[in-house]
């Protein structure tokens, strides 16, 4: 994800959803850059859920992230699997690299993590300039369904080394008027029935009208605008319940 995330909540993402992992998104990717022939970019790489499955592919493939942490469980899984991509710390309103790509896929709507709509255009500007011409963004969004303030879920994981970790999710604030939400997640490490660890998370979402975002990918100077669901080609979303993917073409 994107760089909110520290240690330990970088830890039970790396638990909760390892390398080649899906929610469709690996499978819908690879389908969709099959035919790319030049190197791609994945901003907020994460652990390297999607990264390492590109690699293994012969996909050319550069990543960064915002947070340190993330970037060095993505360090561990990619030796781990035998590669050492490009990888470095950067924003994704701020990067700057000396080249261009033929790809840059951004998926399972990390880009909402940008909650200020100037850094998100900023970012969505930043994507184009490093493009090839030619080259295509590809990037998931959702659109709440409905957001219940104060519910509380909590989920548990087994750590390699025998730990009990936990994590109390709930969203704490929502503006309509702006489209935002604010999530909280409070994660635990417990050894032996003692707490030893814990850190308090908090993660702003921004989110887009369906043709908003499409608006404003055209207005920065993208060209064929294309808008999928469920990671189903050219599925026009019919409701805010599944993931909706923008193919965009500089």
């Known amino acids: 994800m994107l760089g909110y995330y520290s240690k330990l909540s970088s830890e039970v993402y790396d638990l909760d959803k390892p ?3 899906s929610f469709g998104d690996i499978e819908y990717y690879l389908e969709r850059l099959d035919s790319c022939k030049g190197r791609i970019l994945e901003p ?9 499955p590109l690699l293994e592919k012969g996909f050319e493939v550069d990543g960064f992230d915002v947070s340190e942490e993330m970037l060095t469980v993505c360090h561990t899984n990619c030796e781990k699997h ?5 990888l470095f710390h950067a924003k994704m309103e701020s990067f700057s690299v000396d080249r261009t790509y033929a790809a840059i896929v951004i998926p399972t709507g990390t880009f909402l993590l940008l909650d200020e709509r100037e850094k998100s255009l900023r970012a969505l500007q930043n994507f184009y300039n490093h493009l090839e011409t030619g080259g295509r963004l590809i990037v998931d969004l959702d ?23 936990t994590v109390e999710s709930k969203k704490i604030k929502v503006d309509w ?7 909280q997640g409070r994660y635990e490490r417990w050894r032996e029935g003692k707490l030893i660890e814990t850190e ?14 499409r608006t404003i990918l055209e207005n920065i100077g993208f060209k064929e605008v294309a808008i999928s669901s469920g990671y189903q080609v050219d599925h026009y979303p019919k409701n805010a319940n599944s993931i909706i993917t923008y193919e965009a073409t500089k």
């Open 19 to 21: 390398i080649g992992s």
């Open 44 to 52: 907020a790489t994460g652990t390297g859920r999607l990264l390492v």
């Open 82 to 86: 035998g590669f050492h991509p490009n």
């Open 143 to 165: 659109v709440p369904a409905g957001v219940e303030l104060e519910k509380t879920s909590t989920r548990t994981w087994q750590a390699l080394n025998g730990d009990t970790l």
């Open 177 to 183: 008027i702006h489209q935002t939400f604010v999530s």
């Open 200 to 213: 308090l998370e908090r993660y702003p979402m921004r989110w887009y009208g369906v043709e908003e975002f």
